[in-house]
C-alpha cells in the first residue's frame, strides 16, 4: 500500500509529532509511507530525534514562500498558497497513491481534486476554528472574521461530501464533528515517543528550588501561561522557594515577560524558547511537577509525556486528554483558574509520594496504550476499510 500523508507546516507541534511517530511505525508494518509538508522548518526538523524520520520519504511541496507577516491579511494568503501547493502536488502525484491521508487545515481541502475512487482519510486534530495565535487574528480582525466565516462553509462542504472516513484524537472533537458536519468519526488517541520519554531516569533540578514547576506549549493565550503565572504568585505564599519552567515561543512572548515583571517574578521564571526532543525529555525529568492549564485544546500530548516521564501532571478540565485522565488520575484534573490550579500544585507538592505512586500506575497504561504502533495499527485498520490494495 503506498499512502501519502500530507500537512501544512513540519513546525515544533503536537500534530507534527503525531504524524512522524505514525509515519515511522506504518513503515515498519509494511506501509510505503511519502510525508508531503507545505513548508519545512529546519528547527523543527533538527529537533526531533532522526529515528522518527531518517527512512520515512520526506517533500517540501512548492517553492518555500514566508507569505505571513504577521497580519491577518498575510495569514490567509498563506492559507490560499498552501491549499494551491497541495491541490497541483496532489493533481500531479495522485497515481503514485493508493490512499491519501490528510492532517491539518488546508491540506484536505485538496480532496475537491482527488478522483472519488481514492480514499481520502481525514486525520483531525481540530475541527475548523481559529485556535492558538489565530485567535488574536480573529479577535482583533473583522476582515479574517469574514474569511474564517467564508472557510466554515467551503470546509463544511468539502468534509461533509469529499472525504470517504474521518479519524480524531478525544471523544470531545467527535462531538465536535457531528454538530459540525453531521459525520461520524473514527477514534485514534494520539502516542507519544515511548522510547524518549521512558528512558533515564529522574535527574537532579534543573534549578536550585523547593519546588520546580513546568509548562511546555506555544506560548498563546489559550495555552493560559498567563494563569500559570499567577498561580505561581499564590503558590509562593505557601512555598516561597518554587520557580517556573515554561518552554514555547509565540506571539505572546513580550506580554508574558511584561506580566512576569509586573509580578515581580522574574527571579523565579525561566522563559525557554526551544527544546530539541532529548533536552525536552530532561527537563521533564528534571521537574517536580507539570502543569497543562490550558483553556482549551482538542487534545494535547504534554501531559502524558510528562507522565511517561515519571512526574505529576496538572491538567486542565477543558482539555481533549482530560478524557484519559478521568480514568486514570482523576484528582489530577482541574479548572484552569489560577487560585484552584495553585491549590492543586500545593496539593499535591504536600501529598507528593501518594501522586507519584498514581503516576507510576498511570505511567503503565500510557506504555501500553499510547505507544505509536498501538497507534498505527488502529489508523491501518481504519484505512483497510476503505482501500482496495493490500498491505
Request: some cysteine; proline content about 4%; glycine content about 4%.
Amino acid at each position: 500500500m503506498r499512502l501519502l500523508i500530507i500537512h501544512p507546516k513540519l513546525t515544533i507541534g503536537g500534530a507534527e509529532k503525531v504524524i512522524l511517530l505514525m509515519a515511522n511505525s506504518l513503515k515498519e508494518l509494511g506501509i510505503d509511507v511519502c510525508l508531503a509538508f507545505s513548508q519545512v522548518n529546519n528547527l523543527a526538523l533538527s529537533s526531533i530525534r532522526k529515528e522518527l524520520f531518517s527512512n520515512v520519504k520526506i517533500l517540501e511541496v512548492g517553492e518555500h514562500e514566508s507569505l505571513n507577516t504577521g497580519s491577518a491579511i498575510s495569514k490567509a494568503l498563506s492559507y490560499i498558497e498552501d491549499f494551491r501547493k497541495f491541490s497541483v502536488f496532489v493533481s500531479n502525484n495522485l497515481d503514485d497513491y493508493d490512499v491519501i491521508n490528510p492532517h491539518n487545515f488546508p491540506s484536505y481541502f485538496s480532496a475537491v481534486f482527488i478522483d472519488r475512487s481514492t480514499p481520502v482519510i481525514w486525520t483531525c486534530h481540530e475541527v475548523l476554528d481559529p485556535y492558538g495565535e489565530l485567535r488574536d487574528y480573529y479577535e482583533h480582525s473583522r476582515s479574517f472574521k469574514y474569511f474564517i466565516k467564508l472557510l466554515h462553509r467551503i470546509d463544511t462542504y468539502i468534509v461533509r461530501r469529499r472525504l470517504s472516513a474521518i479519524i480524531t484524537n478525544s471523544k470531545k472533537n467527535i462531538r465536535l464533528i457531528a454538530e459540525r458536519y453531521g459525520r461520524r468519526s473514527y477514534l485514534a488517541y494520539p502516542p507519544i515517543d515511548i522510547d524518549l520519554f521512558t528512558s533515564g531516569t529522574l535527574r537532579s533540578k534543573l534549578l536550585e528550588c523547593d519546588l520546580s514547576l513546568l509548562q511546555v506549549g506555544s506560548l498563546v493565550k489559550l495555552k493560559n501561561q498567563l494563569g500559570s503565572l499567577i498561580a505561581l504568585k499564590i503558590v509562593k505564599r505557601e512555598v516561597p522557594n518554587s520557580k517556573l519552567i515554561i518552554v514555547g515561543s509565540g506571539s505572546w512572548s513580550r506580554r508574558l515577560a511584561y506580566i512576569t515583571t509586573a509580578l515581580g517574578l522574574e527571579k523565579d521564571v525561566i522563559f525557554i524558547s526551544h527544546l530539541n526532543d532529548y533536552e525536552l525529555a530532561r527537563t521533564y525529568r528534571s521537574s517536580d511537577i507539570c502543569i497543562h492549564p490550558v483553556l482549551e485544546q482538542s487534545f494535547g500530548l504534554t501531559p502524558f509525556e510528562a507522565i511517561a516521564s515519571g512526574i505529576p501532571v496538572v491538567l486542565s478540565d477543558r482539555c481533549g486528554a482530560a478524557e484519559i485522565f478521568q480514568k486514570h488520575a482523576p484528582s489530577m484534573l482541574v479548572d484552569p483558574a489560577p487560585n484552584i490550579l495553585a491549590r492543586k500544585i500545593i496539593e499535591i507538592y504536600r501529598n507528593y509520594d501518594e501522586f507519584m505512586d498514581r503516576v507510576k500506575e498511570f505511567r503503565k497504561f500510557i506504555i501500553s496504550e499510547l505507544s505509536p504502533k498501538k497507534y498505527s495499527e488502529r489508523i491501518l485498520k481504519i484505512i483497510k476499510k476503505y482501500s482496495e490494495k493490500d498491505v
